[in-house]
């Protein structure tokens, strides 16, 4: 007791009660509980060990249990850890407070997930001694109790679906997912089992992923941010079962939203926004600030567009707006912006008045709060450190200002120079101080970005009227259809007016041209949304007026014929057109850029792509069909009869003359007439393919055959032509007959003859006689001529041969060969002019000719040198 005569033990308890209900001290409530008889057991009686305070009407009430109507009111709860009296001394050692919300479950369910599972299972200190059979008990009770709490919900009874907009229990993403898992086993009907069954498979790719998300990275969570806008997009527009609420998927979305921002402040809460280094805390925050500003985006764009335009299933309330998760993005982006201002102002200042920014003293207002912490009770706090920071950092702001006057005085006459050198300083040039001292230099970018803007629409004027790619058309991209082309050409024009934009509101808006440049950038803006609606509307009354006549193509009917055979040229079409093929690739970009596409566009494209697969298929059957004939070596044609008209039976088999008519709306018999098409196709193009090989082979023989010289390699020829009929052989039971490579020119080459030059009987003469060789050269010739009589080349046996006849194709060539050998001869006679000096002395009497001529010792010498030096001379003639 205290001095005063005041329970210090009661006070603790009154002042606690009053704190947690919200009471002002001076409530008559409050005071008549000091002689409450449940308070003074609770504190007295060392058998008592609990106490309970509720709020009523009009009243508080203190009991020594539980009431079981708790679910109804707040209830807070003290109890004992030990069977004790309550005195001064060991008050806060002996009494635990708590509080119970919503009902008894959800409080143990909040205490173990959010208390004592993380500590008892994660915290290495206790989790080392905790026995392993605890921990699961204690994992086991965590998911049962939220099993408990999510069974609560009415949705549960299956009887009443309105009651699934009732989120009771949900707090996190993989309470969702793991709510339509126990759904799916609960309900008591077996559409909704089915339905949750659905809901949850498409749950799991990302289920994993938020059960780990501290494991991730801020770079994964933008990936699986990706994913996640996939997958509630799927589950949003899904048609097999009953739809997704729209309040449950808002939830989702909100709680998918402060998962993040809980992972974000996580994440950058490793690293110290002020101490760290600059590049270090900029990549951070930059990653984070993409997480925040990509999910608003995700919700901006599928609330506020995409589902606002999905017919089937309509976004009906106002678009969602994550208004935590865009707060903390920006709070992100004003650290950024403070660090940035910081570095600038650091690289810009003399040395020595850099001291003056050191960051100890520029960021000391920041020290006392955690600036991660975004939320409406540290604003006022927040907003005070950035006017302090503001005020530190002023004087340095002046510093520079003549540095960044220079800065854009150099590159003046140059606007992209110009426009540059502003995006590399915005964070100063946005400082109050230093935008009025340059004035000057944003009304000159404010001039450029207004002609920026006129040559936008100058060039959007010429390019607007004209067909993609041409000279007054859009520019065009690659495979992309002509309204989709357009509608990107001018989105791209967009978002360089939007940029433009952008920078003069962030930079320039003060000025007095601002207002005129604003309105003339959103007419253009609004000139080109209006050529982008014209160009979609142009294609919703081009493609459902084709969809209203059936000779367009564009309609694809599932009761219609699959294919059918044109008896006039003979050709199989498939009825499913390009422009079917085209109406899909048009109907998926324009979904995916954000249009609503009308119902009737929606439903045919929908049936068109139900068959797209086989239609592919079957369009590359007929492609192969109408091109088979082609394909085909003339030659070879007989040989490919048998598989071509089996082809053939299996088309006709199902035409008009059929039993049975294939339509698109019968896939089991349709995919079974596919395969067998597919079957036949194989067989006819291998055999086809097997077939030309050979053809190839033959050529690439028959050409090496050519190059052989029939009369010194007569045995090479006939191992070749003997290779050539082993193959036509391996043939003989395929109906036709084997090609007949007829068309072969002989190269005729002459045998080599030796002659020998000899001095018989006085006189110069061949040996061989001439005559004799002469005679044997014609009838070696004459030998070679009649070759192509002994050739059978590779057909059957007792046909006729068609080698007969290059005798007589040649003939007019006989008569060159023959007078070539006539000149040979005439030019082999003219040889032995050659050695008539050489044998003179041996025609005459050499005895009389010494008489006659040599007197002298002169003339014997004289004649002697003339022997010897033709004797050397004789030593260089042919042998």
Not at 164 to 173: A, S
Request: include cysteine; glycine fraction near 4%.
């Amino acid at each position: 007791m205290l001095a005063s005569g005041r329970d210090c033990r009661k006070d603790f308890i009154i002042n606690t009660t009053s704190n947690f209900f919200g009471l002002q001290s001076s409530d008559p409530s409050l005071s008549s509980l000091n002689s409450c008889r449940e308070l003074n057991s609770f504190l007295d009686d060392g058998n008592e060990f609990l106490l309970s305070v509720q709020q009523t009407t009009s009243h508080l009430v203190m009991s020594n249990k539980i009431d079981s109507d708790v679910d109804k009111n707040k209830i807070l709860v003290f109890f004992k850890l030990r069977p004790v009296v309550i005195t001064e001394q060991n008050l806060h050692h002996n009494i635990l407070v708590s509080s119970m919300l919503d009902s008894p479950v959800s409080t143990l369910y909040q205490a173990v997930r959010q208390v004592f599972a993380p500590v008892l299972l994660k915290d290495e200190k206790w989790s080392r001694n905790f026995d392993p059979k605890l921990q699961n008990l204690l994992s086991e009770l965590e998911n049962g109790l939220g099993s408990v709490i999510r069974r609560s919900d009415p949705t549960y009874s299956g009887q009443n679906l309105r009651n699934e907009d009732d989120t009771f229990g949900i707090l996190t993403p993989s309470d969702e997912f793991q709510f339509w898992a126990e759904l799916s086993q609960a309900s008591s009907k077996s559409t909704q089992r089915e339905r949750a069954t659905y809901f949850y498979s498409l749950f799991q790719s990302i289920a994993k992923d938020y059960d780990s998300l501290d494991s991730l990275s801020l770079v994964d969570v933008l990936d699986l941010i990706d994913t996640t806008r996939d997958r509630v997009d799927d589950i949003w527009k899904q048609t097999e079962y009953d739809p997704y609420p729209e309040l449950r998927m808002q939830h989702l979305l909100d709680i998918i939203g402060a998962a993040l921002g809980r992972i974000v402040q996580k994440k950058l809460g490793s690293i110290d926004q002020w101490e760290d280094s600059f590049h270090t805390v900029k990549e951070n925050l930059r990653v984070g600030i993409s997480v925040c500003e990509q999910w608003v985006d995700v919700c901006d764009h599928l609330t506020g567009q995409l589902w606002r335009r999905y017919t089937p299933h309509q976004w009906h309330n106002d678009k969602y707006y994550p208004e935590g998760l865009d707060g903390l993005a920006k709070r992100l982006e004003e650290i950024l912006m403070i660090r940035t201002v910081h570095e600038k102002l650091v690289r810009l200042l003399p040395k020595d008045n850099k001291q003056a920014l050191s960051p100890s003293r520029v960021f000391e207002p920041f020290s006392a709060l955690n600036a991660l912490h975004y939320n409406p009770y540290t604003q006022p706090l927040w907003k005070a450190a950035v006017l302090q920071f503001d005020r530190t950092i002023a004087p340095a702001e002046q510093k520079i200002v003549s540095k960044l006057k220079a800065c854009f005085l150099d590159v003046q006459g140059n606007p992209q120079q110009l426009l540059q050198a502003f995006q590399k300083y915005k964070e100063l040039i946005k400082r109050p101080s230093i935008s009025k001292e340059l004035v000057s230099e944003r009304e000159t970018l404010l001039a450029r970005l207004l002609d920026y803007a006129k040559g936008i629409r100058t060039d959007f004027d010429n390019r607007s009227h004209g067909v993609p790619g041409e000279k007054s058309g859009p520019l065009a991209g690659r495979n992309l259809p002509e309204v989709v082309n357009n509608i990107v050409w001018v989105r791209q024009l967009t978002l360089k007016v939007d940029d433009a934009t952008k920078i003069a509101g962030s930079l320039l808006k003060d000025l007095p041209a601002h207002q005129a440049f604003e309105k003339f950038a959103g007419e253009l803006q609004e000139q080109l949304v209006t050529y982008e609606q014209d160009q979609f509307d142009d294609w919703c009354r081009e493609v459902q007026s084709g969809l209203s006549d059936p000779k367009s193509g564009m309609s694809l009917q599932a009761s219609s014929r699959v294919m059918e055979l044109d008896h006039m040229d003979g050709k199989l079409k498939i009825q499913y057109s390009d422009r079917v093929i085209s109406l899909l690739r048009e109907v998926r970009q324009l979904t995916e850029l954000g249009f609503s596409i009308p119902a009737k566009i929606h439903q045919a494209s929908k049936t068109a792509e139900k068959f797209y697969k086989q239609a592919l298929i079957l369009k590359q059957v007929a492609h192969f069909y109408n091109t088979i004939d082609e394909q085909m070596i003339p030659s070879q044609k007989p040989m490919m009869l048998n598989y071509a008209l089996a082809f053939e039976q299996i088309i006709k088999s199902k035409e008009s003359g059929g039993t049975v008519q294939i339509t698109w709306d019968n896939p089991k018999e349709l995919d079974a007439y596919i395969q067998k098409l597919q079957n036949a196709t194989e067989r006819l193009s291998t055999e086809n393919r097997k077939l030309r090989k050979w053809h190839t082979d033959f050529n690439e023989k028959v050409v090496a055959l050519m190059s052989v010289d029939l009369l010194r390699h007569q045995q090479r020829w006939k191992d070749g032509l003997q290779e050539l009929r082993a193959v036509a052989q391996g043939r003989k039971q395929t109906p036709g007959r084997a090609p007949a490579y007829h068309s072969i020119t002989v190269f005729l080459s002459c045998k080599s003859i030796n002659m020998n030059v000899a001095m018989e009987q006085g006189r110069l003469q061949f040996r061989p006689p001439f005559e004799e060789v002469r005679a044997k050269y014609f009838r070696e010739l004459k030998r070679f001529i009649s070759i192509p009589n002994q050739f059978r080349g590779v057909s059957e046996q007792g046909e006729e041969t068609i080698f007969s006849i290059m005798i007589d194709r040649n003939a007019s060539g006989f008569i060159t060969i023959f007078k070539k050998a006539e000149d040979l001869f005439r030019r082999l006679s003219t040889v032995l002019e050659k050695f008539k000096e050489w044998v003179v002395i041996g025609q005459v009497d050499i005895d009389i000719l010494i008489e006659k001529h040599l007197h002298t010792v002169e003339d014997w010498e004289r004649n002697f040198k003339a022997l010897k030096a033709k004797g050397k001379e004789s030593e260089r003639l042919p042998r």
